[in-house]
């Protein structure tokens, strides 16, 4: 447990917290030992914590741009890739070890932490302020708004006359934790391309924009 809070930066005056945030629902059902609820709690209040270090940070920025920071922000990869970062995933108390690898059960447990934080110290600061010490470097590095490559095809699509794009799902490969999906987007003309994504959204982006450079757009 010190090894842990030292790695989070937070010393838990009820140790049964943290154990729960850090027990997977396949070690036991029991709601009120595994992370399941916790989650359903951190995930609100890191919501609402970079919403507000958004708009506080870029005063100037449209309501369109803060959004597409947002999803980024909170995304599984994200949450996943900060709990990578504090060196606890071997904690975490799982039936199978490859459990501990899926970016959706660590970005569980990084909500789950976050709710464990609030509710040990019964102060929602102390648990915004382990959101800012380790969601603040994320901003610059991964939440720059990035091209929406269906919005793009969906214009080009109509400038040059083909079809509005078609999204198929072909493919659903994988485990449960990590399933990869492959769509293929078709805008007649047999003109299809295909993409590959850890959620469908991430695979009909990456569709389109493979589909926007058989078509000659670039970035």
Do not use: W
């Not at 909170?74 to 071997?90: A, C, F, M, Q, R």
């Not at 929406?148 to 214009?155: A, M, P, S, V």
């Amino acid at each position: 447990m010190e090894i842990i809070e030292k790695n989070i930066g937070y010393t838990f005056k009820n140790k049964a917290l943290l154990q729960q945030a850090l027990t997977h629902s396949s070690l036991t059902s029991n709601i009120h030992r595994n992370y399941e609820r916790l989650e359903f709690l951190g995930d609100r209040i890191l919501g609402l914590t970079i919403a507000d270090m958004l708009y506080e940070m870029f005063p100037d920025e449209p309501e369109g741009s803060l959004a597409q920071r947002f999803a980024i922000l909170v995304s599984k990869e994200t949450v996943s890739e900060v709990v990578n970062k504090l060196d606890i995933t071997s904690y975490i108390g799982v039936q199978m070890s490859e459990i501990r690898t899926s970016e959706n059960v660590l970005c569980d447990i990084g909500e789950a932490i976050i709710a464990a934080i609030y509710l040990d110290s019964k102060d929602l600061k102390v648990a915004q302020e382990f959101i800012k010490n380790n969601f603040r470097e994320m901003i610059d590095t991964k939440s720059r708004p990035h091209k929406d490559y269906k919005t793009t095809l969906q214009e080009v699509s109509h400038q040059k006359g083909y079809n509005a794009p078609i999204y198929t799902l072909l493919e659903k490969k994988g485990s449960e934790h990590e399933p990869i999906f492959l769509i293929e987007v078709n805008i007649g003309s047999n003109k299809t391309a295909q993409g590959k994504g850890k959620n469908k959204k991430q695979a009909e982006q990456n569709a389109a924009h493979k589909m926007l450079d058989i078509l000659g757009i670039k970035d």
